[in-house]
């Protein structure tokens, strides 16, 4: 395997700062005055990662902390192997063999761009060969089949492991059991923690995801077991696409550092996620099943093509994204699991808020308004709380329930606009009410408010008004919306 790698395996991992792992340069410096994974450290950074406080401990003049890895789960065998390096103290030949270490740069950035245009197998290929029994590609049961497909046709040994949270669907487990039969692999499926289930289910039920979001229960039955299982890695390879979910999958590289999960040997930068199938689009991974008359999820034949838990997954309709099959009561950048949270585009303008893009802190902080025009009418509360209340209204409205603070009516600020416009003199008028702080809970309570932006429409003959039900805000979906309804 290259040099690379054995560096990575054989010397603690210190980022030169945040800002490299950010470009996906990731250094890899050798402690010249410690013992491998001994010591205090002296220093440390916090890293929220899926909505944990974790710590990266970083020596500093001093020994580094090793981050406290999971046991490999079942099919694995044995401890996870975290390789010690050397002995212990800071004289002799030890020290001096690390002080002639030269820093190695992994530069994945510039390997994904050289496999930019790549095919699936190819970069696959790439992947097992660097990676051997050190890497393994996450199966949810889905049309990622071919991910394991490609893997097969490299002739090389691989791995596959599933997160079976306990809430699949009965075809996804026969699925499991017609996949691992066809190739004559075993997969390796880890398991949520009991306890932490129990304590889920029991204050908050069985289905408390349909009314505070899904993060909580995702980051019990999917995030945690994914981290347990990676801790084991040094690579993951994944079937995400940049057409899955064009709100938050659209720049996914080909490779990269892992943004939010450590590998076997611990710290920023110790796991290599590739994505072999980002640029290809999801009829094209279809052409493939069929041609190479790969098994799939008879789950597909029922209308359903993002498959996950069977309370979370829906079948979608014919001109409907496939990602509208997932938490369908949620914002669109609201629809990751917090496996891929890495890649959801503008995270760093997240910090602050939850996984729904409803800020953890009410008041607005002095945010600039947005929808700042004369054709939109800025609702008061009495405003909205009379529309509510009228059961016959002069004329339909179409209003918006929004945030400043919030990056999601932000980004439908221009449409939402526009909208306005063109529906200037048509009888139906435009408004908008502030819903964070203090009128969040009565926007829950009375205005079916779930995550920001909500568009609400109040048909002029009816006294309840219809929520937008699509992630679509474009112009021309809002005005079909509109005028289905008027």
């Known amino acids: 395997m290259a040099s690379t790698t054995a560096s990575i395996s054989a010397t603690s991992i210190v980022p030169r700062d945040l800002k490299g792992l950010r470009s996906h340069r990731i250094r890899v410096l050798c402690c010249t005055s410690c013992p491998d994974r001994g010591g205090e450290a002296s220093g440390a950074v916090d890293l929220d990662v899926d909505g944990e406080q974790r710590s990266l401990e970083a020596a500093v003049g001093g020994g580094a902390a090793a981050p406290g890895g999971g046991a490999r789960e079942e099919g694995r065998g044995g401890g996870s192997p975290r390789r010690g390096g050397g002995g212990g103290g800071g004289g002799g030949g030890g020290g001096e063999k690390r002080r002639e270490e030269v820093d190695e740069v992994a530069d994945y950035e510039k390997l994904a ?45 691989f791995r596959v492991f599933s997160l079976d949270t306990g809430r699949l669907n009965p075809e996804t487990y026969r699925f499991f059991d017609e996949v691992e039969k066809h190739y004559g692999i ?57 057409d899955q979910s064009p709100g938050t999958r659209a720049h996914i590289p080909v490779v990269q550092v892992d943004p939010s999960f450590e590998g076997m040997d ?14 290809v689009e999801g009829k094209d991974i279809w052409n493939f099943l069929r041609t190479m008359e790969v098994p799939v999820n008879s789950l597909h034949s029922q209308g359903y093509v993002s498959i996950g838990c ?21 914002d669109a950048k609201a629809k990751e699991c917090g496996l891929h949270k890495g890649n959801i585009a503008q995270e760093a303008d997240m910090l602050g808020t939850n996984g729904n893009g409803v800020t953890a802190i009410s008041s607005v902080n002095g945010t600039p308004d947005i929808f700042e025009t004369e054709a939109i009418i800025n609702l008061s509360r009495p405003g909205i709380e009379n529309l ?11 209003v918006v329930l929004y945030a400043p603070w919030c990056q999601f009516c932000q ?36 205005l079916q408010l779930g995550s920001f932006p909500t568009i609400l429409f109040f048909p002029k003959h009816s006294s309840r008004p219809v929520k937008y039900p699509s992630e679509r805000r474009d112009v021309d979906s809002l005005l079909t919306f509109v005028n289905a309804l008027r």
């Not at 993060?215 to 040094?234: D, T």
């Not at 509510?388 to 179409?398: K, Q």
């Not at 600020?413 to 306005?420: K, P, R």
């Not at 200037?424 to 964070?436: C, E, H, P, Y």
């Open 113 to 157: 761009a050289e496999l930019e245009n790549a095919s699936p197998l190819e970069i696959i290929d790439k992947a097992l060969e660097r990676f051997g029994n050190d890497i393994a590609i996450a199966f949810s049961g889905a049309e990622d089949v071919a991910l394991i497909e490609y893997a097969h046709l490299t002739g090389r040994p």
């Open 186 to 242: 075993h997969i390796e499926y880890m398991f949520p923690d009991a306890v932490e289930v129990q304590a889920l289910v029991r204050s908050k039920g069985l289905f408390s995801f349909y009314e505070d979001g899904h993060q909580e229960c995702c980051r019990v039955r999917k995030v945690r077991p994914l981290r347990r299982a990676l801790s084991g890695l040094k690579a993951w390879i994944t079937g995400q696409r940049k």
């Open 266 to 279: 611990g710290g920023i930068g110790s796991l290599v996620k590739w994505n072999p199938v980002a640029n």
């Open 310 to 330: 069977e309370p979370c997954t829906r079948p979608v309709l014919p001109g409907q994204h496939e990602r509208e099959g997932r938490w369908w009561w949620e």
């Open 388 to 398: 509510l209340r009228l059961e016959s209204r002069a004329d339909p409205w179409i």
């Open 411 to 446: 980004g439908m600020e221009a449409s939402y606009m526009e909208l306005a416009e063109k529906l200037s003199g048509s009888g139906v008028k435009v408004g908008k009410f502030q819903a964070d702080g203090e009128q969040k809970p009565f926007a829950q309570k009375e």
